[in-house]
T-cell receptor, first 112, second 120 residues
């Protein structure tokens, strides 16, 4: 399985951009990068995913390096409600996607 | 749009009692369905997944079982709960692939709000 490495925790000032890095140096050519977040006591929330090209949606932007060995999730204007654990996932094991493996993630604290 | 509902939200059960957690998905048909468990401060562990009615696959041997009596209904059960069954249980769904594939690598899993189970 491809492994991901994320910082344990990060702080960000409210209103500023939050840039969350993820290393996935063993990613295979056809594996997607997914980002989820989990606010305490809630189910993980899908944010964004991509393969090669940078992606943007109403929640965030995903920047994937050309060699695909790392990526960055960008929350352009962080708010207090963005405080959560953010998970970077690059491996779906098996034929049915049953092993969406969530590591420990990055605990993002948005500070007023 | 698709939605997923899971209940009850919280549950406190004595050791040895039965368990039933229910999950339903709306706005889609023939989804893949999943049950995950998250222990305190830990990552998500896949327990069961289903690609169709009556089709259940177990990832981890345990005293839990799952059933899918209808296309968009997934139930997690136990006949006798153990203390170690305490945790946060999450139901999830994903679309299926094209041409009969049950999964595409670009598919996304969507989670319910979770059920907190405390076994005392």
């Amino acid at each position: 399985d491809a492994k991901t490495t994320q910082p344990t925790s990060m702080d960000c000032a409210e209103g500023r951009a939050a840039n969350l890095p993820c290393n996935h140096s063993t990613i295979s050519g056809n594996e997607y990068v997914y980002w989820y977040r989990q606010i305490h006591s809630q189910g993980p929330q899908y944010i964004i995913h991509g393969l090669k090209n940078n992606e943007t949606n109403e929640m965030a932007s995903l920047i994937i390096t050309e060699d695909r060995k790392s990526s960055t999730l960008i929350l352009p204007h962080a708010t207090l409600r963005d405080t959560a654990v953010y998970y970077c996932i690059v491996r779906v094991v098996g034929n049915y996607g049953q092993n969406f493996v969530f590591g420990p993630g990055t605990r993002l604290s948005v500070l007023p | 749009s698709q939605t997923i509902h899971q209940w009850p939200a919280t549950l406190v059960q004595p050791v040895g009692s039965p368990l039933s957690l229910e999950c339903t998905v709306e706005g889609t048909s023939n989804p893949n369905l999943y049950w995950y468990r998250q222990a305190a401060g830990r990552g998500l562990q896949l327990l069961f997944y289903s690609v169709g009615i009556g089709q259940i696959s177990s990832e981890v041997p345990q005293n839990l079982s799952a059933s899918r009596p209808q296309d968009r209904q997934f139930i997690l059960s136990s006949k006798k709960l153990l203390l170690s069954d305490s945790g946060f249980y999450l139901c999830a769904w994903s679309t299926r692939g094209d041409r009969g594939q049950v999964w595409r690598k670009s598919n996304t899993i969507y989670f319910g709000e979770g059920s907190w189970l405390t076994v005392v």
